[in-house]
């Protein structure tokens, strides 16, 4: 069975910093790409950044370029999302995701999807 757990969401001011971490279990990870979205209600969800299995080259969407940085352990089956310089424009639901295709940029080409954590940024 496939996990996909996010972790490290949480509350933090304008301007600070959260890493959030996704483990991934049931998979063989270094065959996915992976990616990490982001949805608010009533809104679409969105992507954020990707990253293929041998981490090159990656994708960040451009209202977070120069502050978040998608990075992957193949070795310990997680990916990461550091996210600094955080606005409340960044307040979501972050959810990671798996994807068999390396140049994913819909969320219909992911197949495994984690639960999803809450970061609230707030000013």
């Known amino acids: 069975q496939v996990q996909l757990v996010e972790s490290g969401g949480g509350l933090v001011q304008v301007g600070g910093s959260l890493r959030l971490s996704c483990a991934a279990s049931g998979l063989t990870f270094s065959s996915y790409a992976m990616g990490w979205f982001r949805q608010v209600p009533g809104k679409e969800r969105e992507l954020v950044a990707t990253i293929t299995w041998n981490s090159e080259p990656t994708y960040s969407a451009e209202s977070v370029k120069g502050r978040f940085t998608i990075s992957r352990d193949n070795a310990k089956s997680t990916v990461y999302l550091q996210m600094n310089s955080l606005k409340p424009e960044d307040t979501a639901v972050y959810y990671c995701?798996?994807?068999?295709?390396?140049?994913?940029?819909?969320?219909?080409?992911?197949?495994?999807w984690g639960q999803g954590t809450q970061v609230t940024v707030s000013s």
């Open positions: 995701a798996a994807s068999e295709f390396s140049a994913a940029r819909s969320a219909r080409q992911y197949l495994y």
